[in-house]
């Protein structure tokens, strides 16, 4: 493949500023997550052809009990999937609505690039930096094990922060628009992830992130 592609074995450590993708790859050597950065996977076209679709997704900010109250998700999402392939998110049962064209497309460019199996994506919009996603992993019973997830971003730039589960060790690195960002197992076994606030940034960002659930985990439609 002639894509500017590295193993991320490192990061930015956290603080880092953002670098453009040659000096970030120099110095992603050493922080040991499963992780593979893909910088301008996507070109413009295929960037424009999923931003345009993506104005029509029903994106919705679902509550949450967060210590006993109930908050709004700082971000809108939605769930496309096969058949009977919900998941929860968030705490919340979200039920698999059918795949619009070029989400699904882009999962079958992923399925030829790295034969990559995903089944659903959960499609995050966060409208500028005030909106974000809290330190998690996603490992829900429901995915399937040694499954890879698949990260896309498109529009705002943001940094991306992962923790190591034991050593508590944090590395941040920038993500942009047509990036691809692949989460190899077992690195939610052994890693959070987070989408920090950015106050700066005034764009919006959609994220992608293909997986594979087990379909009918929660029971057949
Ligand atoms: O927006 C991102 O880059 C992260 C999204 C994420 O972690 C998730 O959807 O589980
Ligand atoms: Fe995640």
Redesign the pocket.
């Given at each position: 493949m002639k894509q500017n592609s590295l193993r991320l074995d490192g990061a930015d450590k956290l603080g880092g500023e953002s670098h453009d993708s040659q000096e970030q790859s120099a110095r992603v050597g050493s922080c040991g997550a499963p992780l593979t950065l893909i910088s301008r996977y996507l070109n413009v076209d295929q960037q424009q052809a999923l931003l345009k679709e993506a104005v029509k997704y029903p994106f919705e900010s679902p509550e949450i009990e967060v210590y006993g109250k109930r908050h709004k998700i700082p971000r809108s999402q939605a769930w496309f999937a096969d058949i009977n392939c919900d998941t929860f998110y968030s705490g919340l049962l979200v039920k698999a609505l059918p795949w619009p064209k070029y989400a699904d497309k882009l999962r079958a460019k992923l399925t030829r690039d790295f034969n990559l199996l995903s089944n659903g994506v959960?499609v995050?919009r966060?409208a500028d930096g005030t909106e974000s996603?809290g330190w998690?992993s996603?490992n829900e019973p429901e995915f399937a094990a040694g499954s890879d997830?698949a990260?896309i971003?498109l529009g705002a730039s943001?940094d991306?922060v992962i923790r190591n589960k034991l050593t508590h060790e944090k590395f941040s690195f920038t993500?942009k628009s047509g990036d691809l960002?692949l989460m190899h197992w077992p690195m939610q076994e052994g890693w959070e992830?987070?989408?920090p606030k950015r106050m700066k940034v005034t764009e919006a960002?959609i994220?992608y992130?293909f997986r594979q659930v087990t379909a009918n985990y929660f029971g057949s439609n």
């Amino acid at each position: 493949m002639k894509q500017n592609s590295l193993r991320l074995d490192g990061a930015d450590k956290l603080g880092g500023e953002s670098h453009d993708s040659q000096e970030q790859s120099a110095r992603v050597g050493s922080c040991g997550a499963p992780l593979t950065l893909i910088s301008r996977y996507l070109n413009v076209d295929q960037q424009q052809a999923l931003l345009k679709e993506a104005v029509k997704y029903p994106f919705e900010s679902p509550e949450i009990e967060v210590y006993g109250k109930r908050h709004k998700i700082p971000r809108s999402q939605a769930w496309f999937a096969d058949i009977n392939c919900d998941t929860f998110y968030s705490g919340l049962l979200v039920k698999a609505l059918p795949w619009p064209k070029y989400a699904d497309k882009l999962r079958a460019k992923l399925t030829r690039d790295f034969n990559l199996l995903s089944n659903g994506v959960l499609v995050n919009r966060y409208a500028d930096g005030t909106e974000s996603m809290g330190w998690h992993s996603d490992n829900e019973p429901e995915f399937a094990a040694g499954s890879d997830i698949a990260s896309i971003t498109l529009g705002a730039s943001r940094d991306f922060v992962i923790r190591n589960k034991l050593t508590h060790e944090k590395f941040s690195f920038t993500l942009k628009s047509g990036d691809l960002l692949l989460m190899h197992w077992p690195m939610q076994e052994g890693w959070e992830h987070a989408l920090p606030k950015r106050m700066k940034v005034t764009e919006a960002r959609i994220n992608y992130t293909f997986r594979q659930v087990t379909a009918n985990y929660f029971g057949s439609n």
